[in-house]
């Protein structure tokens, strides 16, 4: 689950802060270096690894029930292994009753049935670990599931020992307040409960009510939870919708100074940083453990979660430049203009420089909550598919931060597509396309839309091999596969030593052998060009170039005062790759200088 700035919220917020940040950034980019310390040998291993996501649904299915298992993953270790990789970050696997996809837990502490037992999550772990790979999982504990023990014995009674788990309000004092609901067809968070004549809230779906963190005995329950997990041998969290956990428990109206945008102001509760800080140091600090903080906003926000003096959290994901280019006002519409780019390059290198002075980022173009980077962020026809896919493995793995990549991207997998509202299964667009529905809107201009932007593209089945499925398993699958399955799966790709598979391997090694591209200082090279997303990263006096040409077109980069006349070529997305400032169309050249 995202935490969804989109519809009205996100583009305004996009807007306003690309409005102050890029203008400041235009006047220095080009001159601008973003300064780093030399890595100490005690920095923490998190810092340097790479990390690639698994959608347990969607990545092998073991038993032909149409749905990836626990026990799928662990027939693929040794593939995962392959990769290089460091970690894994598993979706949610707890039990639940899937309304979003595991996102809605049930039972903290068991397996959803679909992906099998404890043993089998037990033999994963040893399997992850034998092979030298850690384990991240989902915490998602600003809500649970209405189908949870906890809540089903809140809603029963006023007496009930859970009631206070989570936010009610009494029916007696009237409607409540009004919230906005980002999965709720209604767009209202409130729901009315017979039972306990009161109502209670969910900042998503109603299936999926909001926990009361201004409870100190609902906290102590998710850090026993929590001590659970960490116990058994994983390696970290990443903290689910995290930054909504803390409630205005006046319920005021929304203040104008939010202008609207609701995310926000529920990503500023009065004592967020307060209860990060007990987690880190109740449970967080007790072990060597990574967190990452699904955190929203501005720098200055973000930042409040990993600044180290603070205790919080690790590293932080931020939205702006992955949720930039979508029309104001609408959910997840594409501009059909495309993308300012030269704005959207500004705006890592301002979060580059941003973490390069405290605390620690990350860097990715996909994961469950996005479509397929490829689709997004390149160009998924025949011609480019592969250049292009090699160029977005080249962005991810050679930018200050660790770098976070989802499945199947490491062979290209694409956009699906669907032209009907009937193949779609995530809550997400059904809700919005039921708002869209009821306002009389545009809906095939919706779906159209969808193609583009939707999770549900960056969900489908893993494309193993040609066979029935994609090889994903004997059952029809949860989600349609992409009919490409045939030309783009991993066994094809295994046997090409050009392939985009053998390319991101590649890539992974040479982030692992040069600390430059880990640590490195960023400049950005020739800011203001409309093709190309230019860089050097530099350490201890090596410094390697990295020139990405996001058009299909030749372009050409001004490498005024970079000396290319001795570079060596480090790795290219082209065969006989060249030391050159002209590039072919989707050309990746990283070159040491």
Same mark, same amino acid.
């Given at each position: 689950?995202?935490?969804? /700035?989109?519809?009205? /919220?996100?583009?305004?917020?996009?807007? !306003?802060?690309?409005?102050?940040?890029?203008?400041? !950034?235009?006047?220095?980019?080009?001159?601008?270096?973003?300064?780093?310390?030399?890595?100490?040998?005690? @920095?923490?291993?998190?810092?340097?690894?790479?990390?690639?996501?698994?959608?347990?649904?969607?990545?092998?299915?073991?038993?032909?029930?149409?749905?990836?298992?626990?026990?799928?993953? $662990?027939?693929?270790?040794?593939?995962?292994?392959? %990769?290089? $990789?460091?970690?894994?970050?598993?979706?949610?696997?707890?039990?639940?009753?899937?309304?979003?996809?595991?996102?809605?837990?049930?039972?903290?502490?068991?397996?959803?049935?679909?992906?099998?037992?404890?043993?089998?999550?037990? +033999?994963?772990?040893?399997?992850?670990?034998?092979?030298?790979?850690?384990?991240?999982?989902?915490?998602?504990?600003?809500?649970?599931?209405?189908?949870?023990?906890?809540?089903?014995? +809140?809603? *029963?009674?006023?007496?009930?020992p859970y009631y206070k788990y989570f936010h009610?309000?009494?029916?007696?004092?009237?409607?409540?307040?009004?919230?906005?609901?980002?999965?709720?067809?209604?767009?209202?968070?409130?729901?009315?409960?017979?039972?306990?004549?009161?109502?209670?809230?969910?900042?998503?779906?109603?299936?999926?009510?909001?926990?009361?963190?201004?409870?100190?005995?609902?906290?102590? @329950?998710?850090?026993?939870?929590?001590?659970?997990?960490?116990?058994?041998?994983?390696?970290?969290?990443? %903290?689910?919708?995290?930054?909504?956990?803390s409630k205005d428990t006046t319920w005021q109206?929304?203040?104008?100074?939010?202008?609207?945008?609701?995310?926000?102001?529920? =990503?500023?509760?009065?004592?967020?940083?307060?209860?990060?800080?007990?987690?880190?140091?109740?449970?967080?600090?007790?072990?060597?453990? =990574?967190?990452?903080?699904?955190?929203?906003?501005?720098?200055?926000?973000?930042?409040?979660?990993? !600044?180290?003096?603070r205790k919080e959290l690790n590293m932080a994901?931020?939205?702006?430049?992955?949720?930039?280019?979508?029309?104001?006002?609408?959910?997840?519409?594409?501009?059909?203009?495309?993308?300012?780019?030269?704005?959207?390059?500004?705006?890592?290198?301002?979060?580059?420089?941003?973490?390069?002075?405290?605390?620690?980022?990350?860097?990715?173009?996909?994961?469950?909550?996005?479509?397929?980077?490829?689709?997004?962020?390149?160009?998924? #026809?025949?011609?480019?598919?592969? !250049?292009? *896919?090699?160029?977005?493995?080249?962005?991810? &793995?050679?930018?200050?931060?660790?770098?976070?990549?989802?499945?199947?991207?490491?062979?290209?997998?694409?956009?699906?597509?669907?032209?009907?509202?009937?193949?779609?299964?995530?809550?997400?667009?059904?809700?919005?396309?039921?708002?869209?529905?009821?306002?009389?809107?545009?809906?095939?201009?919706?779906?159209?839309?969808?193609?583009?932007?939707?999770?549900?593209?960056?969900? #489908?089945?893993?494309?193993?091999?040609?066979?029935?499925?994609?090889?994903?398993?004997?059952?029809?699958?949860?989600?349609?596969?992409?009919?490409?399955?045939?030309?783009?799966?991993?066994?094809?790709?295994?046997?090409?030593?050009?392939?985009?598979?053998?390319?991101?391997?590649?890539?992974?090694?040479?982030?692992?052998?040069?600390?430059?591209?880990?640590?490195?200082?960023?400049?950005?090279?020739?800011?203001?060009?409309?093709?190309?997303?230019?860089?050097?990263?530099?350490?201890?006096?090596? #410094?390697?170039?990295?020139?990405?040409?996001?058009?299909?077109?030749?372009?050409?980069?001004?490498?005024?005062?970079?000396?290319?006349?001795?570079?060596?070529? %480090? &790795?290219?997305?082209?065969?006989?790759?060249? +030391?050159?400032?002209?590039?072919?169309?989707?050309? +990746?050249?990283?070159?040491? %200088?």
């Amino acid at each position: 689950m995202r935490l969804v /700035l989109q519809s009205t /919220l996100l583009p305004i917020l996009a807007m !306003a802060l690309l409005l102050g940040a890029c203008k400041q !950034a235009t006047q220095k980019a080009n001159q601008s270096t973003v300064k780093t310390t030399a890595p100490a040998s005690s @920095e923490p291993w998190w810092k340097e690894a790479v990390v690639y996501q698994i959608y347990p649904r969607s990545f092998k299915d073991s038993n032909g029930d149409g749905v990836g298992d626990l026990q799928g993953i $662990i027939s693929k270790l040794d593939y995962v292994k392959s %990769l290089g $990789i460091d970690m894994v970050w598993l979706n949610p696997i707890y039990a639940s009753p899937n309304k979003d996809n595991g996102y809605d837990i049930s039972d903290y502490q068991n397996i959803m049935k679909e992906f099998g037992t404890m043993q089998d999550f037990d +033999a994963l772990l040893k399997g992850f670990h034998d092979r030298e790979i850690k384990v991240f999982m989902d915490l998602v504990v600003n809500h649970c599931s209405s189908e949870h023990a906890w809540f089903k014995s +809140a809603r *029963s009674s006023r007496n009930s020992p859970y009631y206070k788990y989570f936010h009610w309000w009494p029916a007696e004092k009237g409607k409540p307040p009004y919230r906005w609901s980002i999965f709720d067809e209604k767009g209202d968070a409130w729901e009315y409960n017979k039972a306990t004549n009161s109502y209670y809230l969910h900042y998503f779906a109603d299936a999926q009510p909001d926990l009361n963190w201004e409870n100190p005995q609902l906290r102590q @329950e998710i850090y026993k939870m929590m001590r659970f997990w960490l116990d058994k041998g994983i390696d970290g969290f990443r %903290l689910d919708a995290i930054a909504f956990c803390s409630k205005d428990t006046t319920w005021q109206p929304l203040p104008a100074e939010y202008n609207g945008q609701w995310g926000m102001y529920y =990503a500023s509760g009065p004592h967020l940083h307060d209860y990060m800080q007990e987690m880190n140091r109740e449970v967080l600090s007790k072990y060597n453990v =990574a967190t990452v903080a699904e955190a929203m906003g501005d720098v200055e926000r973000v930042m409040k979660f990993v !600044a180290p003096e603070r205790k919080e959290l690790n590293m932080a994901y931020y939205f702006e430049a992955i949720d930039f280019g979508y029309l104001p006002n609408e959910y997840k519409m594409p501009d059909p203009k495309g993308y300012d780019f030269v704005a959207w390059k500004k705006i890592y290198a301002k979060w580059t420089e941003a973490f390069a002075q405290k605390g620690w980022g990350t860097i990715y173009l996909a994961n469950h909550d996005q479509p397929r980077m490829l689709t997004r962020w390149g160009n998924d #026809t025949p011609e480019f598919r592969d !250049a292009s *896919s090699k160029l977005l493995s080249t962005f991810i &793995l050679s930018m200050r931060g660790t770098a976070f990549y989802y499945y199947g991207d490491e062979i290209g997998m694409s956009n699906i597509k669907f032209d009907k509202v009937e193949d779609y299964n995530d809550i997400e667009l059904l809700t919005n396309y039921a708002q869209v529905k009821a306002k009389g809107g545009d809906l095939k201009r919706f779906l159209e839309g969808m193609k583009i932007s939707s999770r549900d593209n960056g969900r #489908t089945p893993m494309q193993w091999d040609d066979s029935d499925n994609g090889g994903f398993g004997a059952g029809k699958p949860w989600l349609k596969v992409n009919p490409n399955y045939t030309s783009v799966n991993v066994a094809a790709q295994e046997k090409d030593p050009n392939s985009v598979l053998n390319y991101f391997r590649k890539m992974v090694q040479l982030r692992k052998k040069e600390r430059a591209l880990i640590y490195g200082d960023f400049k950005l090279v020739d800011a203001e060009n409309p093709s190309i997303f230019a860089y050097t990263r530099s350490l201890e006096g090596r #410094t390697i170039l990295v020139l990405l040409n996001f058009k299909a077109v030749e372009a050409k980069v001004n490498t005024e005062g970079l000396d290319l006349s001795k570079a060596k070529v %480090l &790795l290219g997305n082209y065969p006989n790759s060249k +030391a050159t400032n002209q590039l072919k169309p989707y050309e +990746a050249l990283v070159l040491s %200088l």
